[in-house]
Structure formats: C-alpha cells, structure tokens
C-alpha cells in the first residue's frame, strides 16, 4: 500500500528553522531515491531535494547551503532541515521518490503535504 505522510510545517520567522519530517510505506523507501518537492501558492510543483539509497544528495540552488535531506531507512524516514527560512520559502511541501509515484488508475500519488509560511 503506497503512503506518504509529512509533518513538521508551521510558522516561523524569517531566519529561523524547520524540521521536516516523512514517514513513507516501506515498498516505496527502500528502494529508491526519495525527495522533497514544494507548491507555493499559483506556481508548480518543484523538486527542492533529493537523496539516494546510499545518502548521496542534490539540492536546488535556491535551497542549496540551507537545506537538509537526510533519510532513516530502519524508520522508513526522509527528513528535511531548513535553516535560514525566507519568505520565498513557503509552500506546501511534499515527500515523494524521485521520480515521484505514479498509480496505474489515478496517476501521480502525492501525500497531504505540510504547509511552511515563513513571515518577514
């Protein structure tokens, strides 16, 4: 059974912190790159962050020196730690693996998200 399911959004301030967390359904993690996208109001999915099986990372240039990827595999867990949050860093935030899950009958599977806003 596919299931993503990510906490840790909320409130902060400009140059604060955030911990995000994903706890992914173990067919999904084990085997794959898993990622971190975010939606912010009117734009499109994005791809901020990735990580292989074996811990090797990517970043956006945007997020690049400020965000974190890391990822559990006993826990079935991506984590992303953001630092340095800015304004133009709110959005939804969405885990998935890279390329995201695609269900044969309904498409791309996406989680429910969590919302980060970072006030100014």
């Known amino acids: 059974q596919v299931q993503l399911v990510e906490s840790g959004g909320g409130l902060v301030q400009a140059g604060g912190s955030l911990r995000l967390s994903c706890a992914a359904s173990?067919?999904?993690?084990?085997?794959?790159?898993m990622g971190w996208y975010r939606q912010a109001p009117g734009e499109q999915r994005k791809l901020v962050a990735t990580?292989?099986?074996?811990?090797?990372?990517n970043y956006a240039d945007s997020v690049k020196g400020r965000f974190t990827i890391s990822r559990t595999n006993a826990k079935n867990t991506v984590y992303l730690q953001m630092n340095s949050l800015k304004p133009e860093d709110t959005a939804v935030y969405y885990c998935?693996?890279?390329?995201?899950?695609?269900?044969?009958?309904?498409?791309?599977?996406w989680g429910q998200g969590t919302q980060v806003t970072v006030s100014s």
């Open positions: 990580i292989t099986t074996g811990g090797s990372t």
């Open positions: 998935n693996k890279d390329p995201p899950i695609v269900v044969v009958t309904t498409g791309v599977y």
């Open positions: 173990g067919s999904i993690f084990s085997r794959n790159a």
